[in-house]
């Protein structure tokens, strides 16, 4: 046990710079800024209810960059920090109108304004603490010292606003929340009406109303509870426009809870008539009120403990530390540093833990998942809906949920997909009926289920248009992953497998035999269009739909057989698996994203912000480094699309570049989100603001520091030279592993993995297998290595490792400048400059589509060669490769270059 605290200590040391004889601390992590947030010009577009569609309005430009987020699931609040007028914007999810696309879409639910008055702030501060989600305005008017809290807490449901002054009766203020986006119920408004009341009494506002389109009824309370002075309620003679005046107090508290009569369900998805969607429901009206009652019965020091508690036991979790100091830098300035090129490591922490915070913020059991914009939300029309976008919006979403140990957030999206099952199981049926109709079965669910792209909390739709079959995979893999992080069988067998065996099932019928091979038909690479008539193109078995099919397939094989299941269907996918070519390599050397694509980008926009031909490398796993010909093809696709994208294109990037170990490039795709991809308070821009991109960044640094998909746990997999020293701690493999490390200049000092399921652990890292493995109690652990740079060692649940004495590696320089020197007939010269670590070099060869290379010439000692083009047959094009290898053995990546044979 001495070894394992001393452990601890040393990395506390390594993130805070203290003393390891003192108590180890996390680092703080928050935005401040040392302004309110300004006052910009709104611009109203034309809406649903006037002349012409538009992709959102209105567009608000404070909102969108400088309010800050909290949230608790059940809603989200967007904090402004005014000291004249306070604006906090309230969201809540199943909160939707008429939207685009001839949908329904997220919409407001509320504004609630403080009227303080108090035009001359002297000291000011705001902030957003991310260690215990509680936001806080400070500053200073008349010489009185006045302060705000806010928390939206998960525990209680409600959001929480304390307010202080530092002397006794100088706190005044008015509360006064309202509807926004007023309409009329009927033709006036096209049937997307908006109306309510806002009605005060005692120390109580009702704020209440209904949406015409589907029926909703919403409602918000407003308790507002002073310690001191007078409090006054008022309602005009309409009752309406209620507001609570609060003269003279020492302090107050104010909550607020909010609902509507959403309830999640599968009728909600299959009823097709929007009014009807909601018809058996009930007014939230009682249980707001119980909300509200029961958290009114707790002083703010209760709600405020609970709180810290249930949301540090998450965000606690986890913990990234790359050598950074705390800045005192308010954050929009440390940001705009960033995008100067003054590389702050805190900066990258920062967002790292930021993307970690808004999952939590917006993805709680109970609770509808986090959409586009997570569960913030101004807009009247939000854009692209505010929805559930599936061919991968959504699922980025989640991409963290595992790796950075929230594997518990994941419970929202697994309800949703289960409430919308039974629709999506009679869209697979409609979906064959239409592209496929002699592949339909009988039997109940025997045609399994799909989703295309676009879904809300009220609707899912199918595939087509621009988006193929494959789209629902994108939701079935996290599925899988949900059991392959926690071990869980029980997952894996009520949650996991069910939905994997249903999508197989769908997917099985939509394949056609075309001469040997499988293929998808109808088939879309998302959002793609044609460059000669710019519509989306529509061929046969594209990468996006084979490579999802066959990760789907393999996936469910896998959890057929830990479970023990032979159902017959299982035959069929197993005889499926090996024709469905999921990779093609063209004549640049890519990944073909059309089968019938032969250079690259020949057919599509070749700087797409989706990279859909890759969702093998990520998040699927059959492009691995054990399919070295595919992963220097995915390089040779990354490399054509480029690095500029939309904020989650970059973030998308960022994950695909850490799957190929390529920690450089992965950290450039980092580093261009944040200088331009951010907004200041660093929300992730689309643009407008689009959340994913932060929960892909997140993702992103995770997938850098350690990977687990490809059978055995990779530490450090891609870590960039820019991080030279660092640590971390609580990572998630595959498993159930918990995962630490501590590393300078580039070498890892110390691993720790915690057993939270048990089982064989298996890792990787150069020269682990000369290292020592240690039990909590410090005895020595026999492990297993079958080859250089890896170990296996059994565990039991709760046990602890650490790892030790790792010897140091280097990375092999690569040769450069490898290119074609010579080209007659069937004679090929190769030529490169040399490695400065090489003492040989071994040459390699592919051709056709083929996963691997075959080694054609080792231990090359020049740094050219001569190659005859028989040797490849009758292939047309293929992939020369050349590694340097250093006096150990050790081969580097490597260099390609693309041939064009002569026969």
């Given at each position: 046990?001495?070894?394992?605290?001393?452990?601890?200590?040393?990395?506390a040391?390594?993130?805070?710079?203290?003393?390891?004889?003192?108590?180890p601390?996390?680092?703080?992590?928050?935005?401040?800024?040392?302004?309110?947030?300004p006052n910009?010009p709104?611009?109203n577009?034309?809406?649903?209810?006037?002349?012409?569609?538009?992709?959102?309005?209105?567009?608000?430009?404070?909102?969108?960059?400088w309010?800050?987020?909290?949230?608790n699931?059940?809603?989200?609040?967007s904090?402004?920090g005014?000291?004249?007028?306070?604006r906090?914007?309230?969201?809540e999810?199943s909160?939707?109108?008429?939207?685009?696309?001839?949908?329904?879409?997220?919409?407001n639910f509320a504004?609630?304004?403080l009227?303080?008055?108090?035009?001359?702030?002297?000291?000011?501060?705001?902030?957003?603490r991310?260690?215990?989600?509680?936001?806080?305005?400070?500053?200073?008017q008349?010489?009185?010292?006045?302060?705000?809290?806010?928390?939206?807490?998960?525990?209680?449901?409600?959001?929480a606003?304390?307010l202080?002054?530092?002397?006794?009766?100088?706190?005044?203020?008015?509360?006064?929340?309202e509807?926004?986006?007023?309409?009329?119920?009927?033709?006036?408004s096209?049937?997307n009406g908006r109306?309510?009341?806002?009605?005060?009494q005692?120390?109580?506002?009702?704020?209440?109303?209904?949406?015409?389109?589907?029926?909703?009824?919403?409602?918000?309370?407003?308790?507002?509870?002073?310690?001191?002075?007078?409090?006054?309620?008022?309602?005009?003679a309409?009752?309406?426009?209620?507001?609570i005046?609060?003269?003279g107090a020492?302090?107050a508290?104010?909550?607020?809870?909010?609902?509507?009569?959403?309830?999640?369900?599968s009728?909600?998805?299959?009823?097709?008539?929007?009014?009807k969607?909601?018809?058996?429901?009930?007014?939230?009206?009682?249980?707001v009120?119980?909300?509200?009652?029961?958290?009114?019965?707790?002083?703010?020091?209760?709600?405020?403990?609970?709180?810290?508690?249930?949301?540090?036991?998450?965000?606690?979790?986890?913990?990234v530390?790359?050598?950074a100091?705390?800045?005192?830098?308010?954050?929009?300035a440390?940001?705009?540093?960033?995008?100067?090129?003054?590389?702050?490591?805190?900066?990258?922490?920062?967002?790292?833990?930021?993307?970690?915070?808004?999952?939590?913020?917006s993805?709680?059991p109970?609770?509808l998942?986090?959409?586009?914009?997570?569960?913030?939300?101004?807009?009247?029309?939000?854009?692209?809906?505010g929805?559930?976008?599936?061919?991968?919006?959504i699922?980025?979403?989640?991409w963290?949920?595992?790796?950075?140990?929230?594997?518990e957030?994941?419970?929202?999206?697994?309800d949703?997909?289960?409430?919308?099952?039974?629709?999506?199981t009679?869209g697979?049926?409609?979906y064959?009926?239409?592209?496929?109709?002699?592949?339909?079965?009988a039997?109940?669910?025997?045609n399994?289920?799909t989703?295309?792209?676009?879904?809300?909390?009220?609707?899912?739709s199918?595939p087509?248009?621009?988006?193929?079959?494959?789209?629902?995979?994108?939701?079935?893999k996290?599925?899988?992953?949900?059991?392959?992080?926690?071990?869980?069988k029980?997952i894996?067998?009520?949650?996991?497998?069910?939905?994997?065996?249903?999508?197989?099932?769908?997917?099985?019928?939509?394949?056609v035999?075309?001469?040997?091979?499988?293929l998808?038909?109808?088939?879309?690479?998302?959002?793609?269009?044609?460059?000669?008539?710019k519509?989306h193109?529509?061929?046969?078995g594209?990468?996006?739909?084979?490579?999802?099919?066959?990760?789907?397939?393999?996936?469910?094989?896998?959890?057929?057989?830990?479970l023990?299941?032979?159902?017959?269907?299982?035959?069929?996918?197993?005889?499926?698996?090996?024709?469905l070519?999921?990779?093609?390599?063209?004549?640049?050397?890519?990944?073909k994203?059309?089968?019938?694509?032969?250079y690259?980008g020949?057919?599509?926009?070749?700087?797409?912000r989706?990279?859909?031909?890759?969702?093998?490398?990520?998040?699927?796993?059959?492009i691995?480094?054990?399919?070295?010909?595919?992963?220097?093809?995915?390089?040779t696709?990354?490399?054509?699309?480029?690095?500029?994208?939309?904020?989650?294109?970059?973030?998308?990037?960022?994950?695909?570049?850490?799957?190929?170990k390529d920690?450089?490039?992965?950290?450039?795709?980092?580093?261009?989100l944040?200088?331009?991809?951010?907004?200041?308070?660093?929300?992730?821009?689309h643009?407008?603001?689009?959340?994913d991109?932060?929960?892909?960044?997140?993702?992103?640094?995770a997938?850098?520091l350690l990977?687990?998909?490809?059978g055995?746990?990779?530490l450090?997999p891609?870590?960039?030279?820019?991080?030279?020293t660092?640590a971390?701690?609580?990572l998630?493999?595959?498993?159930?592993?918990?995962?630490?490390?501590?590393?300078?200049?580039g070498?890892?000092?110390?691993?720790?993995?915690?057993?939270?399921a048990?089982?064989?652990?298996?890792?990787?890292?150069?020269?682990?297998?000369?290292?020592?493995v240690?039990?909590?109690t410090?005895?020595?652990?026999?492990?297993?290595?079958?080859?250089?740079?890896?170990?296996?060692?059994?565990t039991?649940?709760?046990?602890?490792?650490?790892i030790?004495?790792?010897?140091?590696?280097?990375?092999?320089?690569?040769?450069?400048?490898?290119?074609?020197?010579?080209?007659?007939?069937?004679?090929?010269?190769?030529?490169?400059d040399k490695?400065?670590?090489?003492?040989?070099?071994?040459?390699?060869?592919?051709?056709?589509?083929?996963?691997?290379?075959?080694l054609?010439?080792?231990?090359?000692?020049?740094?050219?060669?001569?190659?005859?083009?028989?040797?490849?047959?009758?292939?047309k094009?293929?992939?020369?490769?050349?590694t340097a290898?250093?006096?150990?053995?050790?081969?580097?990546?490597?260099?390609?270059?693309?041939?064009?044979?002569?026969?």
């Amino acid at each position: 046990m001495k070894k394992v605290r001393l452990f601890f200590f040393v990395v506390a040391s390594l993130w805070t710079g203290i003393s390891i004889a003192q108590k180890p601390r996390f680092r703080n992590y928050r935005l401040w800024y040392d302004k309110p947030v300004p006052n910009l010009p709104i611009t109203n577009l034309d809406s649903l209810n006037a002349q012409t569609l538009v992709e959102a309005t209105p567009l608000d430009p404070a909102w969108e960059n400088w309010s800050l987020p909290i949230g608790n699931g059940y809603m989200g609040a967007s904090l402004f920090g005014r000291t004249v007028t306070e604006r906090i914007q309230l969201t809540e999810n199943s909160m939707a109108a008429k939207s685009l696309y001839g949908g329904v879409g997220l919409t407001n639910f509320a504004e609630l304004y403080l009227d303080f008055n108090h035009k001359t702030p002297q000291k000011y501060s705001r902030s957003l603490r991310l260690n215990d989600a509680v936001s806080t305005v400070k500053y200073e008017q008349d010489g009185v010292r006045y302060e705000r809290e806010y928390i939206a807490s998960y525990p209680d449901k409600v959001l929480a606003i304390r307010l202080t002054a530092s002397q006794k009766n100088k706190l005044s203020f008015t509360v006064r929340p309202e509807i926004p986006y007023k309409k009329p119920i009927g033709p006036a408004s096209k049937n997307n009406g908006r109306v309510g009341r806002v009605s005060a009494q005692n120390d109580l506002i009702t704020l209440s109303g209904k949406l015409e389109h589907l029926n909703i009824r919403f409602e918000g309370q407003f308790r507002v509870i002073p310690t001191g002075g007078t409090l006054k309620a008022i309602t005009d003679a309409d009752g309406d426009n209620g507001k609570i005046v609060v003269t003279g107090a020492d302090a107050a508290l104010i909550l607020v809870a909010v609902g509507t009569n959403y309830k999640l369900d599968s009728s909600i998805f299959e009823e097709h008539t929007s009014s009807k969607k909601l018809a058996d429901t009930t007014s939230p009206h009682r249980r707001v009120t119980a909300i509200l009652e029961k958290a009114s019965a707790k002083t703010y020091a209760q709600l405020l403990a609970s709180h810290r508690n249930e949301y540090s036991a998450l965000f606690d979790r986890a913990t990234v530390n790359l050598g950074a100091n705390e800045s005192a830098l308010t954050t929009d300035a440390l940001l705009n540093n960033y995008k100067a090129g003054v590389i702050d490591p805190y900066l990258e922490e920062l967002y790292f833990q930021y993307g970690r915070y808004l999952l939590i913020c917006s993805s709680r059991p109970g609770t509808l998942p986090p959409n586009l914009q997570g569960i913030w939300s101004q807009y009247d029309i939000t854009p692209w809906t505010g929805g559930y976008w599936h061919n991968i919006n959504i699922q980025m979403n989640y991409w963290p949920v595992f790796t950075t140990n929230l594997t518990e957030l994941f419970q929202s999206f697994a309800d949703y997909n289960l409430a919308y099952r039974r629709a999506a199981t009679q869209g697979a049926t409609d979906y064959l009926k239409r592209n496929n109709p002699h592949r339909l079965v009988a039997g109940d669910g025997e045609n399994g289920w799909t989703i295309g792209t676009g879904a809300s909390a009220y609707s899912i739709s199918k595939p087509g248009i621009h988006s193929g079959p494959g789209t629902g995979t994108m939701t079935t893999k996290l599925f899988w992953d949900y059991y392959a992080f926690t071990g869980d069988k029980q997952i894996l067998k009520n949650i996991t497998y069910p939905a994997l065996l249903g999508m197989s099932k769908f997917l099985a019928k939509v394949v056609v035999d075309t001469a040997g091979v499988l293929l998808t038909y109808p088939s879309y690479s998302p959002e793609q269009r044609w460059q000669k008539v710019k519509e989306h193109y529509k061929t046969m078995g594209t990468a996006f739909d084979q490579q999802m099919i066959y990760e789907n397939h393999r996936d469910v094989l896998k959890a057929a057989q830990e479970l023990g299941d032979t159902t017959p269907f299982l035959a069929v996918i197993q005889a499926q698996l090996p024709r469905l070519d999921p990779v093609l390599i063209g004549m640049s050397g890519q990944i073909k994203e059309y089968r019938e694509e032969n250079y690259y980008g020949e057919i599509g926009d070749p700087r797409h912000r989706h990279t859909s031909q890759l969702v093998g490398l990520y998040p699927g796993t059959l492009i691995n480094s054990t399919t070295p010909a595919w992963l220097d093809a995915a390089k040779t696709s990354l490399n054509g699309r480029g690095d500029k994208a939309t904020g989650w294109g970059m973030a998308f990037r960022l994950n695909l570049w850490a799957r190929t170990k390529d920690g450089d490039r992965a950290y450039a795709l980092y580093r261009s989100l944040l200088q331009k991809g951010t907004l200041n308070n660093l929300w992730d821009t689309h643009p407008p603001f689009q959340i994913d991109g932060n929960f892909g960044g997140t993702a992103g640094v995770a997938e850098m520091l350690l990977q687990s998909h490809e059978g055995f746990i990779d530490l450090l997999p891609a870590l960039p030279q820019a991080w030279k020293t660092g640590a971390y701690s609580g990572l998630l493999a595959r498993g159930n592993f918990e995962v630490s490390a501590q590393w300078t200049d580039g070498q890892a000092r110390r691993f720790t993995i915690k057993s939270n399921a048990g089982g064989l652990c298996q890792l990787r890292y150069p020269n682990i297998h000369q290292a020592t493995v240690q039990s909590a109690t410090g005895n020595r652990v026999p492990i297993t290595s079958l080859k250089r740079d890896f170990i296996a060692f059994a565990t039991q649940a709760g046990d602890v490792f650490t790892i030790t004495g790792l010897p140091a590696a280097s990375k092999v320089a690569n040769p450069s400048n490898l290119h074609i020197n010579e080209q007659q007939g069937e004679k090929i010269v190769i030529r490169w400059d040399k490695s400065p670590d090489a003492v040989a070099y071994n040459i390699y060869s592919h051709v056709g589509n083929s996963p691997d290379y075959t080694l054609i010439q080792a231990n090359c000692r020049a740094t050219t060669t001569e190659l005859v083009a028989a040797d490849v047959k009758a292939a047309k094009h293929g992939t020369l490769r050349v590694t340097a290898v250093d006096e150990t053995g050790r081969e580097s990546s490597g260099l390609t270059v693309q041939v064009i044979y002569a026969h």
